[in-house]
């Protein structure tokens, strides 16, 4: 539902989380969690055991059910890690997203059985449920999960992969996107010299000025080396601990697992792989025009983002909001509509602050 709120127009806003929760220390927050897990203890002991057992009608109840479990616990989950996007070095923040996710863990323990369970249905029983019009809203579910089947474990295993997921390869990237976020660069632009964020300072490569682009490169580039072989050994174990789960769960190729989550087959994606390869003399010589047209020689890898035109023309908030609607509403007017919601509802976090995580995302709390 779209809530009716000022609007912030003047400059880049900040978001608005209250959809979610009012703050940090909402109470609701908790008393979700506590409701949501009961809900997931008395589905585990109304259900488990009998999955293979169920009609048609009984199974569209089960999994109605699991969606709603499953989407109280996005909208629990989501929060706090918007929370510690926004502000990577407030201890509020990210003692309040390891609470949830210790306590969302515990939860998803009471879910393990129930895609297990599905796992063991036959051939002709899962073709009886993909068939079956009752099932029409879950068939995209049931059939993306059934290609998962050859990879499931033993419940036993599936719960302690479950339980050491908080502290595995996700969690070496939370470190990692952490240090970065809170990385201090002195750069200088013209006569002054600037502490900036990754985020502030990378920006710096679309500059008009090729010194003031080199510099921003080389003060980036020696500020990650002196932290090498720290990003070097959370690398390494990120491959690691994903490779040994591959081989725990037997997948035949490295990122076999990878594209099953992304529902595309290996031959779509050798397929891009190898267009892409057969265009790289395309994008040889679109640097090479370039580096002509702005008269560089030789052309280096921070010259790509180089402005064609020197102008320095300060966007507002405001015009680029216009820019960006008008361009999904001659796409497409629903897309419009939804894309409006998110600036209507403040859900765009388009401040520049210390401490923020750098890039860009769109959190999909919920369907």
């Not at 006569?191 to 490169?217: D, F, G, I, Q, Y």
Request: aromatic letters at 10%; proline letters at 3%; glycine letters at 6%.
């Amino acid at each position: 539902m779209v809530k009716n709120r000022k609007k912030k127009e003047i400059g880049a806003p900040e978001w608005d989380l209250s959809d979610f929760y009012a703050g940090a220390d909402d109470p609701k927050i908790g008393a979700d969690l506590a409701k949501v897990a009961e809900e997931a203890k008395l589905f585990e002991s109304r259900l488990k055991g009998q999955i293979k057992h169920l009609n048609e009608a009984a199974m569209v109840a089960a999994l109605t059910d699991y969606e709603a479990i499953w989407e109280k616990l996005s909208k629990s989950g989501t929060y706090p890690g918007l929370l510690a996007a926004s502000d990577t070095s407030n201890e509020t923040f990210k003692n309040l997203e390891t609470k949830v996710e210790t306590e969302i863990t515990e939860i998803k323990n009471h879910l393990l059985f129930f895609e297990l369970e599905l796992f063991e249905l036959d051939d002709a029983e899962w073709e009886n449920f993909l068939s079956h019009p009752k099932l029409a809203d879950f068939r995209h579910y049931l059939g993306t999960l059934r290609k998962w089947k050859p990879y499931h474990l033993s419940f036993l295993e599936e719960r302690i992969l479950n339980e050491k997921a908080q502290t595995s390869s996700g969690a070496l990237g939370n470190i990692f996107q952490n240090f970065v976020s809170g990385m201090a660069f002195k750069v200088k632009v013209g006569k002054e010299t600037k502490t900036m964020s990754e985020t502030e300072l990378l920006n710096l490569l679309h500059h008009p000025s090729r010194n003031v682009r080199k510099n921003a490169a080389d003060v980036f580039s020696v500020g990650l080396s002196q932290h090498a072989g720290l990003f070097t050994d959370l690398y390494n174990y990120s491959i690691q601990d994903y490779a040994i789960e591959n081989k725990l769960r037997g997948h035949k190729y490295p990122e076999e697992r990878r594209n099953l989550s992304n529902e595309i087959t290996k031959e779509s994606v050798s397929a891009l792989v190898a267009a892409s390869t057969a265009g790289m003399p395309l994008a040889a010589r679109y640097y090479a025009l370039k580096g002509k047209i702005l008269d560089i020689s030789p052309f280096h890898e921070y010259d790509r983002y180089a402005p064609l035109k020197a102008s320095r023309r300060i966007v507002s908030f405001v015009e680029a909001k216009k820019i960006v609607l008008d361009a999904y509403y001659a796409f497409s007017k629903r897309v419009g509509v939804a894309v409006e919601e998110f600036y209507e509802n403040n859900w765009i976090d388009a401040k520049v602050r210390a401490g923020k995580r750098g890039g860009a995302f769109c959190s999909s709390p919920s369907p």
